[in-house]
T-cell receptor, first 112, second 114 residues
Framework: SAVISQKPSRDICQRGTSLTIQCQVD?????MFWYRQQPGQSLTLIATANQGSEATYESGFVIDKFPISRPNLTFSTLTVSNMSPEDSSIYLCSARQGNGYTFGSGTRLTVV | AQSVTQLGSHVSVSEGALVLLRCNYS??????LFWYVQYPNQGLQLLLKYTSAATLVKGINGFEAEFKKSETSFHLTKPSAHMSDAAEYFC????????????FGEGTQLTVNP
């Protein structure tokens, strides 16, 4: 199965700033996803990253806050914009290959 | 729309005892079902998956799960718990008709007591 390298693994950011998270997959994958895991909670899908077109966002998530890029079949970025303490979470990317899903190791974001 | 319910946000067992983590799903089409484990400060690791082949699925670390369509369940079991099994466990479902997204349950924190 695919292996995903996600970085940074953690960061502490000032409110009002932005952070870009990167995910690199070691093989071409058809679908990539971005999830948020708030403290003590389950994973919530933010968006599906579409190669060559705009991402598909879930209810409650907007492009201005979470812009996503997917320039090719092995790479995607998620930006958390204009951060507030409520954005403190773990952010994970995922790739689908066949009928399986692989996850990055996550980015633990703390906004102060 | 697909959904997953995990019964019991916290489960505590003794070392060597049976582990049973419950998962019920809702899906309008035959689903794919998954169990993931998350150790503290780590990402998600796939334990096992059901993709419409054998209904009894064996995974890593001695875990297995049985797909029961009549009960819409996919409970995770392990005959004998080990201290290293202490972690958060997530059940997830995906459908081809929902854009292939994974929908997760709320998770079950497993504690193993010596």
């Amino acid at each position: 199965s695919a292996v995903i390298s996600q970085k940074p693994s953690r960061d502490i950011c000032q409110r009002g700033t932005s952070l870009t998270i990167q995910c690199q997959v070691d093989s071409q994958v058809t679908m990539m996803f971005w999830y948020r895991q708030q403290p003590g909670q389950s994973l919530t899908l933010i968006a599906t990253a579409n190669q060559g077109s705009e991402a598909t966002y879930e209810s409650g998530f907007v492009i201005d806050k979470f812009p996503i890029s997917r320039p090719n079949l092995t790479f995607s970025t998620l930006t958390v914009s204009n951060m507030s303490p409520e954005d403190s979470s773990i952010y994970l990317c995922s790739a689908r290959q066949g009928n399986g899903y692989t996850f990055g190791s996550g980015t633990r974001l703390t906004v102060v | 729309a697909q959904s997953v319910t995990q019964l019991g946000s916290h489960v505590s067992v003794s070392e060597g005892a049976l582990v049973l983590l419950r998962c019920n799903y809702s899906s309008s089409v035959p689903p794919y079902l998954f169990w993931y484990v998350q150790y503290p400060n780590q990402g998600l690791q796939l334990l096992l998956k059901y993709t419409s082949a054998a209904t009894l699925v064996k995974g890593i670390n001695g875990f297995e799960a049985e797909f029961k369509k009549s009960e819409t369940s996919f409970h995770l079991t392990k005959p004998s718990a080990h201290m290293s099994d202490a972690a958060e466990y997530f059940c997830a479902v995906s459908e081809e008709t929902s854009g292939s997204r994974l929908t997760f349950g709320e998770g079950t924190q497993l504690t193993v007591n010596p």
